[in-house]
Structures are given as structure tokens and as C-alpha cells.
């Protein structure tokens, strides 16, 4: 019986940890698309991993996810970001919702 607890819960566990790595690399594929910075797509598939972890913590919240990406954009990367420039707003909303649709699709999915 403990034998199949035991299997029973890595196998939990596994399951748990791979839908974690697929959000992640998920959301790595957004921001390396996004490029805020220009580097390029090879330099770009690394570039913003780092900020994953901070984003996932405002995944849940539209509003503070996307004052998560305000700040990761003028605080951490240096870039110039008006959001009452419309442009800015919107092209940042778009990068939001992508990530929170990524979020939610794979996070919906149910445990086998």
C-alpha cells in the first residue's frame, strides 16, 4: 500500500513539475517573440527567462500583471514605457493576455 502511495505521488509529482517547465517555456516563447528589447531571436530565447518566475507571481491578476511588465520594462530593463502612450499600452496588453491565456490553457489542463 505504501509502495503505491509512494508511485502514486511522483507520479503527481512529475505530472505537476512537467506542466510547470510547459508554462514556463510557454511564456518564454512570448516574451522572446515580444523582443522588447531588439536582440534578436537567438539571444532572445534566453534573454527574458529571468523574469518568468516574477511574472508567474501576477499571472493571476491582469492589473498587476501588467504593472509587473511596467516595471520589469522601466525598472529592470531600462526601456522608455508611457502608458498613456497608446501604443505602449496596448502592444503591453497583448503581451499580458497572451501570457495569461498560456497560463490558463495549461495550467487547465487536469491531472491524469
Known amino acids: 500500500m505504501l509502495l503505491v502511495l509512494q508511485m502514486d505521488w511522483a507520479k ?9 517547465k510547459t508554462t514556463f517555456e510557454n511564456i518564454n516563447k512570448i516574451l522572446a ?8 531571436e537567438t539571444i532572445a530565447a534566453d ?3 529571468g523574469y518568468i518566475p516574477t511574472i508567474l507571481q501576477s499571472v ?10 511596467e516595471s520589469i520594462l522601466v525598472d529592470q530593463i531600462g526601456i522608455d514605457y508611457n502608458p498613456a502612450n497608446k501604443e505602449h499600452f496596448n502592444d503591453l496588453q497583448q503581451i499580458c493576455e497572451k501570457i495569461i491565456q ?8 487536469s491531472c491524469p
Request: hydrophobic content about 35%.
Open 12 to 20: 503527481d509529482f512529475l505530472y505537476h513539475l512537467n506542466k510547470m
Open 33 to 40: 517573440e515580444w523582443d522588447p528589447i531588439s536582440v534578436g
Open 47 to 49: 534573454e527574458y527567462r
Open 60 to 69: 493571476n491578476d491582469k492589473e498587476q500583471l501588467m504593472n509587473c511588465l
Open 102 to 109: 498560456v497560463y490558463n490553457n495549461t495550467n487547465a489542463l
